[in-house]
T-cell receptor
Framework: SAVISQKPSRDICQRGTSLTIQCQVD?????MFWYRQQPGQSLTLIAT?????????ESGFVIDKFPISRPNLTFSTLTVSNMSPEDSSIYLC????????????FGPGTRLTVT | AQKVTQAQTEISVVEKEDVTLDCVYE???????LFWYKQPPSGELVFLIR??????QNEISGRYSWNFQKSTSSFNFTITASQVVDSAVYFC???????????????FGQGTILTVHP
């Protein structure tokens, strides 16, 4: 399985500011995903990031709020813009296994608190 | 639309007890994958198992076993002789695929918090 790292691991931010989360993979992957896990809740897919194309956002998530970059096959960033306390969550990136058979491996997550 | 339901929000057992975590899913797709993930207190999501909708064989891995029943749209997970280290949140998930190629999106259940007491 791929080894995935995320930066930062946690942060405390003030409302109205933005935070960019980085996701680095140790191998080239086609599909990368960004999920949000609100406190005590399950994971919800924010968007799918494919290299060389615009990210595909799920219902309820918009590019202005969560812009995503995917400059190459091993790296992606998610920005949480104009933050409010409701954005306090764990943000996780994931990649699909190299065989494309559905298994996703997750990074350690970024724990964001907005005050 | 896809949906995964884990009816048990929390389960508490004493070490060495067997415990079953229930998962029921809804999908209109004829081909799909089912998964179980473990999220220990550290927060990282750990992949446990993937099951293809074509394959209804049950699977056993050490103390873990999984029962997939397409007729009832269920994919239940049993831990035999539970241990304190099994304490975690367990998620069941579902994704669509066609021709063996995944379409990526994982739909997660709400999770079951399992606490194993010594």
């Amino acid at each position: 399985s791929a080894v995935i790292s995320q930066k930062p691991s946690r942060d405390i931010c003030q409302r109205g500011t933005s935070l960019t989360i980085q996701c680095q993979v140790d191998s080239q992957v086609t599909m990368m995903f960004w999920y949000r896990q609100q406190p005590g809740q399950s994971l919800t897919l924010i968007a799918t990031a494919n290299q060389g194309s615009e990210a595909t956002y799920e219902s309820g998530f918009v590019i202005d709020k969560f812009p995503i970059s995917r400059p190459n096959l091993t790296f992606s960033t998610l920005t949480v813009s104009n933050m409010s306390p409701e954005d306090s969550s764990i943000y996780l990136c994931s990649v699909e296994d190299l065989l494309g058979q559905g298994v996703q491996y997750f990074g350690p997550g970024t724990r964001l608190t907005v005050t | 639309a896809q949906k995964v339901t884990q009816a048990q929000t929390e389960i508490s057992v004493v070490e060495k007890e067997d415990v079953t975590l229930d998962c029921v899913y809804e999908t209109r797709d004829t081909t799909y994958y089912l998964f179980w993930y473990k999220q220990p207190p550290s927060g990282e999501l750990v992949f446990l198992i993937r099951r293809n909708s074509f394959d209804e064989q049950n699977e056993i891995s050490g103390r873990y076993s999984w029962n997939f029943q397409k007729s009832t749209s269920s994919f239940n997970f049993t831990i035999t002789a539970s241990q304190v280290v099994d304490s975690a949140v367990y998620f069941c998930a579902l994704s669509y695929h066609a021709g063996g190629t995944s379409y990526g999106k994982l739909t997660f259940g709400q999770g079951t918090i399992l606490t194993v007491h010594p």
